[in-house]
């Protein structure tokens, strides 16, 4: 089986890598691998903190993700001897005032609703898990078995893993996508030259809707929606886990990592394909983590930058065949792109190999959006 995959994001790269295991000959295109959102994350990979009411589908597929990792970043590890900076110390989410601690308390029973475990925590008790939150916070929600790892560690791991398994890497942009006798058969670089394949995936993130030859139906309705995240550094441990907060309605988060990086991320807009990182972006960011965590006005500055989720309309994935047989969708994975990847590599990789496809992706086939897709 030859297949090529269109974008060398987190979820590219992981099917890529997972196919390979599978037994194909797969082919990766991509003018700079990991250059989009896979480069930018936070990567939180904390599918309780993010619950969301009418989004339990997309629940049980990052439940399911999150309980792959562990093992994922083990194989990896072992595959190429990198760390990608996995950690599973929970996340800790907490309220400024009474407003908050209002949301948080209808979160926390929605979650036990689906039995899901969180433990609630008073302002002090907060403090006892975090003690550099500030003395105001009112209390909190750890949800023990969330976690994080690092995406820019993360992604040359799955890179070098792939190729360690033979997957070939074109360094060049997909321009189209090949179809003859209503079949696509591969992909039209940007140099001319043509690919063939039994199979295309096409994992190119919030570009996914750009790629010429497609017929009408097939283009994934898939938009970027932008996320600016500041990157700041502590030689002192800062903070022991994922930190997120409501102030004042607004939501921040702070993820700490090992070698005492902290991301503050996101902010959430609709601009189209604009990456320009703004003052009054920065500022929101930083001064709802300030109010959370007064100490941070104190470390050091080291980057600030933009990137585009792929978003959709139901804010899910899109993963699977499409109407154009030999075609297939990798993309819209939006606020969760880290978390999903070792599933969704998974379940692409079954997909395209014609596998059994782990039952809990099922409700993703971009057969969901008839008038677009199918
Ligand atoms: P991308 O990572 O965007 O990769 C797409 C790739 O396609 C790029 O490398 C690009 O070069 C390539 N490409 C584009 N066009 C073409 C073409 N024509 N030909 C060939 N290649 C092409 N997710 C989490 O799970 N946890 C988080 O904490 C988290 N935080 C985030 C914070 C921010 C600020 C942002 C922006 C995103 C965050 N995400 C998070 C979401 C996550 O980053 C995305 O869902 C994920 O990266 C999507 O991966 P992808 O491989 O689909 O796309």
Redesign the pocket.
Same mark, same amino acid.
């Given at each position: 089986m030859q297949i090529v995959i269109? @974008?060398? @994001?987190?979820?590219?790269?992981a099917t890529a890598w997972r196919a390979a295991q599978g037994g194909a000959a797969v082919t990766l295109?991509? %003018?700079?691998?990991? /250059? @989009?959102? *896979? *480069?930018?994350?936070? @990567?939180?990979?904390?599918p309780v903190s993010e619950l969301s009411y009418g989004e339990e589908p997309l629940l049980r597929l990052g439940l399911a993700s999150r309980d792959r990792y562990r093992a994922f970043a083990a194989e990896l590890a072992e595959a190429t001897g990198l760390d990608t900076g996995y950690r599973d110390d929970g996340t800790l989410q907490v309220a400024f005032d009474a407003d908050d601690l209002k949301l948080l308390d209808d979160l926390r029973a929605f979650q036990e609703g689906l039995g899901i475990p969180v433990e609630a925590l008073t302002g002090r008790e907060c403090r006892k898990a975090e003690p550099m939150l500030a003395p105001g916070v009112r209390g909190g929600l750890l949800a023990p078995e969330d976690g /994080?790892v690092d995406?820019r560690r993360l992604a040359p791991a799955l890179l070098a893993a792939a190729e360690g398994l033979g997957v070939r890497l074109v360094r060049?942009? $997909?321009?189209g996508v090949l179809v003859e006798r209503d079949t696509a058969t591969g992909v039209r670089l940007d140099d001319g030259t043509e690919i063939r394949a039994d199979r295309v995936l096409l994992?190119?993130?919030?570009? /996914?809707g750009?790629?010429a030859g497609l017929p009408p139906g097939t283009v994934p309705p898939v938009r970027p929606?932008?996320?600016?995240?500041i990157r700041l550094r502590t030689p002192v441990p800062f903070l022991r886990r994922t930190t997120r907060g409501l102030v004042k309605g607004s939501s921040v988060?702070l993820?700490p990592r090992a070698d005492g990086e902290i991301v503050i991320? $996101?902010?959430q807009e609709e601009l189209g394909f604009d990456t320009r990182v703004t003052a009054g972006g920065l500022w929101e960011l930083l001064r709802d983590a300030r109010e959370l965590l007064p100490g941070i006005t104190e470390l050091e500055f080291a980057e600030v930058?933009?990137?585009?989720? %792929?978003g959709s309309p139901d804010n899910a994935p899109l993963m699977g065949p499409t109407a154009l047989p030999g075609f297939y969708l990798?993309?819209?994975?939006?606020?969760?792109?880290?978390?999903?990847?070792p599933v969704s590599a998974d379940a692409l990789a079954a997909m395209l190999l014609d596998r059994p496809v782990p039952a809990v992706a099922a409700p993703f086939s971009p057969a969901r959006f008839p008038t677009e897709v199918q």
């Open positions: 269109i @974008g060398a @994001g987190v979820i590219g790269l295109v991509d %003018p700079a691998p990991a /250059s @989009g959102a *896979s *480069s930018v994350a936070a @990567g939180m990979l904390t /994080s995406p060049r942009r $997909a321009e994992a190119a993130g919030p570009w /996914s750009d790629l929606v932008k996320g600016q995240v988060y993820v991320g $996101a902010t930058t933009a990137g585009l989720r %792929p990798g993309t819209g994975h939006f606020r969760n792109g880290i978390l999903l990847a």
